[in-house]
């Protein structure tokens, strides 16, 4: 194995035999070595792995990734990290499944970008991150991607250090100029006016059947690119709402570069001074994709229909 303490895995697995074997052996290893572990992998899947644990289950902890990481710039600072950071003095063991194939083409370009930045994340951290990959269910460029955001493979026999490593290449490839909307509402916003911004969105938001806390959700969020805009972007911005396959769209554009990859997936200590934008806008949203370059950056944040 890597000389490294982090160690970032995938399971090439076939079918729910191999999956639940190598999973619950990596929960038993851990478990049996006293060291805290969690699992966060799609409900059907959990329910696999929790019956197959048994009495053993209780003393793990299991989360619906479709829940926890449905937004899959969350996971790191939400999942993963919450999980970590809460002990600092154990290896810890954690199954995390962001990739199945449910998942549209819309979020898988976030989710490769994810498990490519977990290598940064962690590293020199005594946590290994165990992440399961279908290889009947997804397509072929998606394993092919996994080699590449892995230090090691897995299958059902063995293991071997992926000859494709090269994570850096999924965060920049899939960092892409975004799709263009057929309509849109579109409004220019600066110091003067930023309170717009939030009420914009929210009158779509309520148009669509947001309110309450959701409708909150909404307004804290674009609030958080806009103050952004001003501090980090030039001093300006442009925000585009519209709908989209039962989501509501809120796309905030300005004259910035983020040039930190993990930018808004570090947890904030809130005794720390600085900026949470970019996370809480993570924290908050179903989805968040992102495209930045020297001079502009576009965030563009979904939220599914309630």
């Known amino acids: 194995m890597l000389a490294e303490p982090f160690l970032h895995p995938a399971l090439l697995y076939s079918g729910d035999r191999e999956y639940v074997a190598a999973t619950t052996a990596f929960v038993r290893e851990g478990l049996a070595g006293g060291e ?20 053993a289950a209780a003393d793990v902890l299991l989360l619906d990734m479709q829940e926890a990481g449905r937004n899959p710039g969350r996971i ?14 154990d290896h810890v063991r954690i199954i995390g499944e962001p990739i199945w194939p449910g998942r549209t083409a819309m979020e898988y370009p976030a989710c490769a970008q994810h498990e490519a930045l977990i290598n940064l994340s962690f590293t020199g951290r005594r946590v290994t991150i165990l992440c399961p990959y279908d290889v009947v269910g997804l397509g072929a460029e998606v394993i092919s991607e996994a080699a590449r955001t892995h230090p090691v ?4 026999s063995r293991e071997w250090f992926s ?11 899939h960092n892409r100029p975004l799709d ?12 003067t006016n930023l309170s717009a911004v939030r009420i914009l969105a929210a009158r779509e938001g309520e148009a669509m059947g947001f309110c309450g806390d959701r409708l909150d959700d909404i307004r804290l969020a674009v609030a958080e690119l806009g103050a952004n805009s001003l501090d ?7 925000l585009r709402v519209w709908a989209e396959g039962g989501r509501l769209v809120c796309e905030v554009s300005d004259a910035g570069h983020i040039t930190d990859p993990l930018v808004g997936r570090r947890p904030v200590d809130p005794r720390e001074a600085g900026s949470r934008g970019l996370l809480i ?22 939220f599914d229909r309630p």
């Open 281 to 302: 806008v993570n924290l908050l949203a179903d989805l968040v994709r992102v495209h930045t370059r020297a001079g502009a950056t576009t965030i563009r944040v979904y």
């Open 36 to 55: 805290p572990v969690a699992v966060a992998v799609p409900a059907a899947n959990l329910a696999l792995i929790e019956a197959a644990l048994g009495p």
């Open 180 to 191: 263009e909307p057929e309509t849109c509402l579109s409004l220019f916003f600066d110091h």
């Open 232 to 238: 980090h972007g030039g001093g300006s911005g442009t």
């Open 163 to 173: 000859a494709d490593y090269a994570p850096e290449l999924v965060v920049d490839g």
């Open 153 to 156: 493979l897995r299958d059902a």
């Open 76 to 89: 790191i600072p939400a999942v993963l990290r919450a999980f970590a950071d809460r002990h600092p003095d």
